[in-house]
Every structure is written in C-alpha cells, then in structure tokens.
T-cell receptor, first 114, second 117 residues
C-alpha cells in the first residue's frame, strides 16, 4: 500500500459527460501528479501540483483540468468526455516539488466512456 | 521531439537468470531526467529511479542496476538473479528539465518481463 488513495476505483459514464477523479496524497506529501494510461496512447503525464499551485503541465487536454486543495488532495476534472478518454488515471504524490522524484502511485481510477 | 524506445516488447527468463531491459532515448536538450517505472500485474505503478543527465554514474540498488550511457543515448536496466516477483511491465521515461520542466514528459511503450519459476 503506497498510502495514496484514489476514488472512485471504477467509473462508467457516457460521451459528453463530466466526471471528477479524486486523489489523496500520502501524509506529508506536497506534490500530486496525474497520469493517463490508455491502450492507444500508452502512459502520459498530465499535470503536477505542488502545495496548491500548478507546477508542471504535460499532455493535458483543454477539456481536462485539475486543482489541489488546501488539504492537499487533488481533483482531476474531465469534461465533454469522448470514447478515447477511456483509460486508467493514476495519481502519484511526492514529498516536495523536486522534479518527479520519489513518487508514490495510487491504485488508479478506471474510466470507461460509453 | 523527445522519444523513448524500448525495443523489447516482451522478455521471458527463468528464475535466477540475469536480464537487461533496454531503453534508448532521443532529446535535443542537454538537461533532462531519465526514469524507470514498474507496473506489476496488480496494475499499480512503482517508481524505481530518476537519473539526471549530468550524472552518468551507474547505480545499483539490491538486485537492480542501471547503466546510463550518454554516448549511445541509452539507460538500460538490469535485474540480477531474477525472481518471479519481478514479473511486470517496465517503463522507461524521459523528461526535460529546466525551463521546460514537465513538458514533453515521454514514456516508452514498456517491456513486459515474465520470470518463470
């Protein structure tokens, strides 16, 4: 158990809808990262937040957004969903903002768009 | 554009054999990071190592070792005396550092390692 929690574990929704994925980092970790893993695109880094501020942005679509709250949990919002958004979404946390170092991953949220 | 190639799609070895997973990368930047991650059958990702482009020293952690060679743009991963628990998909990744931090973070396609008893 990495100490990173993600909810929900599974999510099934229809095209055009909006969903929110939640991530709680390990106690004491200030950074949260989001990744997407799909059959078509493989693994992709989406975005990183550090202590409430956006730290780095990767291949995140404009339809997607994220934020990190004062209690350091993070949410990834996916809107106008398309079939191609079906994927496993991972979050990871690390102690500080040091570039992608010593990350601990959550179990992922599997999103199915029908 | 940055690129990571893991030419070995699948590898099977028998327990206790040594195995090397290859990773070749392309980047125009002089400052970058290289990574290895493990994804066991349970599905969770596990961070294994991050290497700075200015640090070409090889690293050893238990049965794991990494060989970073800038001259050949490779960052290979060797498991010594493999065990069944090493069975997983292993991903190599590359990220720009500096002002472009986080941009163009690229994963390789992964190598599926099966260690047979």
């Amino acid at each position: 158990d990495s100490g990173v929690t993600q909810t929900p574990k599974h999510l099934i929704t229809a095209t055009g809808q909006r969903v929110t994925l939640r991530c709680s980092p390990r106690s004491g970790d200030l950074s949260v990262y989001w990744y997407q893993q799909s059959l078509d695109q493989g693994l992709q880094f989406l975005i990183q937040y550090y202590n409430g501020e956006e730290r780095a942005k990767g291949n995140i679509l404009e339809r997607f957004s994220a934020q990190q709250f004062p209690d350091l949990h993070s949410e990834l919002n996916l809107s106008s969903l398309e079939l191609g958004d079906s994927a496993l979404y991972f979050c990871a946390s690390s102690v500080d903002g040091t570039d992608f170092y010593e990350q601990y991953f959550g179990p992922g949220t599997r999103l199915t768009v029908t | 554009a940055q690129k990571v190639t893991q030419a070995q799609t699948e590898i099977s070895v028998v327990e206790k054999e040594d195995v090397t997973l290859d990773c070749v990368y392309e980047t125009r930047d002089t400052t970058y990071y290289l990574f290895w991650y493990k994804q066991p059958p349970s599905g969770e990702l596990v961070f294994l190592i991050r290497r700075n482009s200015f640090d070409e020293q090889n690293e050893i952690s238990g049965r794991y070792s990494w060989n970073f060679q800038k001259s050949t743009s490779s960052f290979n991963f060797t498991i010594t005396a493999s065990q069944v628990v090493d069975s997983a998909v292993y991903f190599c990744a590359l990220s720009e550092a500096g002002d472009n931090y986080g941009q163009n973070f690229v994963f390789g396609p992964g190598t599926r390692l099966s260690v047979l008893p």
